[in-house]
C-alpha cells in the first residue's frame, strides 16, 4: 500500500494531524521507510530526518534528531536529542542558514489526542514596528542590523540594508553579522568572515580570515543571553588560561573579546581535517597501532596542561584532530572546557542543567563529578578512556536517550565490554578498562603510568 506523504514546499501550506499520547511525527527532507508518520520539506538545509514532534497530556514537544544545522524555536536553539516543549503557535527554525520557518499549532480535544496543524511561513514583520516579537533570536538579529543599518551574509558576504533585509535573497543566509569597519568590535576589523562551520547549545562557529596575515581561524561565538555575568567572567578565565597553554599537540588561542555587547568569542587555531569522531564515522575503529600513535600525544599534551593547573573536562573525540593517521600524525586537542573554579562556583547541579554541553555532554564526564566532586587529573584519565573506547569500538561508552540515563550510567554502570570481533588485544581492553574504573583511585594515578602502559602496544 502507498502512503502519500505531506510536503510542505510552499509558504503558506499547511499539514493537518491527530497525535495521541505517545505518538510522533517526523520532519526533514527525505522519507523514512515504514513510517507514516512523517512530512516532507525539500530544502538543502534540512536535514533528512530533522526534527521530531511528540505529544503527551500538556502539548506538544520537539527534539532534534541531531541535525546538520540545528532547530530553533522562537529563538531558543535546541540540543540534539533533548526534548523541548513547544508553545501554542511557536516560530520553528530548521537550520542555521536556511528558510524552513514552520510555526506549529495544536488543541486538544479532550481525550489527550493533540489536533496538530504545521504551517510553513516565514518571520511575520510589523511594518510600524519592524518587531518580530521581543523575545524571538530572530528579532534580536534585526536589532543588530539596525544598529549600524548595514547586514553581511555570513555565506556569500553580500551586504544589505539592515532595516528592511533579514535573509539573503542569493543564497538564504541569515544577516546577523554586520560590518562596522569603524567602531565595531575587535573581530569585525581584524577578521573577515569565511563561511559557517557549526553551531551547539552554546556557541556558533565560523571559519574566518585575518585580513593582514591571511591565514584562517575559527571563531567561536558564545550564544548571546546563555550566561549569566558570573559565567562569563569564568568563560574568560578559561580563554585565558587555554591560551597560556603553549603545546605542540594543543590548539593555540589567538584571542578573545566581544564581537557585541552580550556576545563573547574566542578566535582559535583552524583545522582543515575532520574532528576523530567524524574520523571514526567515515573509516570505522581505529586499529590499535593507529591509537597508540593518537592518545601517547594526547596524554602527553593533557600532562603538560595538569603541570600549568589546567584540566580540559571536556576531551572527546570531537575535540581530537588528527592529520597524516597514516604515516607521522600530528594531533591537536581543542577546546580546553570549563575551569574546576567554575564547576565549583555553579554547583554540580547547576553545571548539569546548564552547562552540561561544555562539561562533556555528558559523554565523557567522570562519576566523580556528577556526583559534586571538581574536576581532577583523574577526571581527564576517566574521559581519556572514554575517548578510547570510541575510537576502538566506534560507539561512545554510555550514550542512553535521555541525558540524565547517560549521568546514572557514568556513575552506576559498567561499560559493555569491547566486542571480540574487533580483535582488541586483552592487554589493550585492560588499559581502557583501568581509566574507566568509577574510583579515581582504582585508575592510573598520572599520566605517566598511562603513556607507559600505552607505549607498550605500540
Not at 186 to 201: E, Q, R
Amino acid at each position: 500500500m502507498t502512503v502519500e506523504i505531506p510536503t510542505l514546499n510552499d509558504q503558506n501550506s499547511e499539514v493537518h494531524f491527530e497525535l495521541k499520547k505517545g505518538e510522533s511525527f517526523l520532519i526533514g527532507r527525505s522519507q523514512v521507510r515504514k513510517s507514516e508518520r512523517q512530512i516532507l520539506i525539500q530544502d538543502i538545509t534540512v536535514s533528512n530526518q530533522h526534527v521530531e514532534l511528540f505529544a503527551h497530556p500538556e502539548g506538544i514537544s520537539a527534539k532534534d534528531l541531531k541535525s546538520t544545522n540545528g532547530t530553533a524555536i522562537d529563538g531558543e536553539w535546541l540540543r540534539a536529542g533533548i526534548s523541548f516543549p513547544v508553545r501554542n503557535g511557536s516560530l520553528m527554525l530548521l537550520g542555521k542558514k536556511g528558510t524552513a520557518f514552520l510555526q506549529v499549532f495544536f488543541d486538544s480535544n479532550g481525550d489527550g489526542t493533540q489536533k496538530v496543524t504545521v504551517l510553513r511561513t516565514s518571520p511575520k514583520i510589523d511594518e510600524e514596528t519592524e518587531n518580530i516579537g521581543e523575545d524571538s533570536e530572530v528579532a534580536q538579529w534585526l536589532e543588530r542590523c539596525r544598529e549600524t543599518d548595514t547586514a553581511i551574509c555570513p555565506v556569500c558576504h553580500k551586504t544589505y540594508d539592515g532595516k528592511k533585509v533579514l535573509i539573503c535573497p542569493a543564497d538564504g543566509g541569515y544577516l546577523g553579522r554586520r560590518e562596522d569597519p569603524q567602531g565595531g568590535p575587535v573581530a569585525a576589523k581584524h577578521y573577515k568572515l569565511c563561511n559557517y562551520i557549526g553551531t551547539g547549545s552554546l556557541t556558533e562557529v565560523y571559519k574566518v580570515e585575518h585580513v593582514r596575515l591571511d591565514r584562517p581561524y575559527a571563531l567561536k561565538v558564545f550564544h548571546s543571553g546563555v550566561h549569566r555575568e558570573t559565567e562569563t567572567a569564568h568563560i574568560i578565565q578559561s580563554a585565558k588560561q587555554w591560551a597560556r597553554l603553549q603545546h605542540a599537540s594543543i590548539a593555540s588561542v589567538v584571542e578573545w573579546g566581544w564581537l557585541t555587547k552580550d556576545e563573547l568569542f574566542i578566535v582559535m587555531e583552524y583545522f582543515q581535517n575532520p574532528s576523530l569522531e567524524q574520523y571514526v564515522k567515515t573509516n570505522g575503529p581505529l586499529s590499535v597501532q593507529e591509537l597508540v600513535k593518537v592518545f601517547v600525544p594526547v596524554c602527553n599534551a593533557l600532562k603538560y596542561a595538569h603541570a600549568q593547573g589546567v584540566f580540559h573536562s571536556n576531551l572527546k573525540l570531537s575535540k581530537i584532530y588528527v592529520s597524516n593517521l597514516k604515516a607521522h600524525p600530528v594531533v591537536k586537542i581543542s577546546d580546553f572546557g570549563l575551569t574546576d573554579k567554575l564547576v565549583k562556583s555553579l554547583g554540580w547541579v547547576k553545571a548539569t542543567l546548564r552547562t552540561r554541553d561544555q562539561t562533556g555532554e555528558p559523554l565523557t564526564t567522570s562519576p566523580e563529578y556528577w556526583q559534586g566532586e571538581g574536576l581532577t587529573g583523574a577526571s581527564d584519565i576517566y574521559a581519556i578512556g572514554c575517548a578510547m573506547y570510541h575510537a576502538l569500538t566506534g560507539v561512545p561508552v554510555f550514550e542512553k536517550k535521555r541525558t540524565m540515563e547517560t549521568i546514572a550510567a557514568h556513575i552506576y554502570s559498567e561499560p559493555a565490554p569491547i566486542p571480540e570481533k574487533l580483535q582488541v588485544p586483552q592487554a589493550m581492553r585492560d588499559i581502557v578498562e583501568r581509566c574507566l574504573k568509577k574510583q579515581p583511585e582504582e585508575r592510573y594515578q598520572t599520566i605517566d603510568e598511562l603513556i607507559s602502559a600505552l607505549e607498550t602496544m605500540g
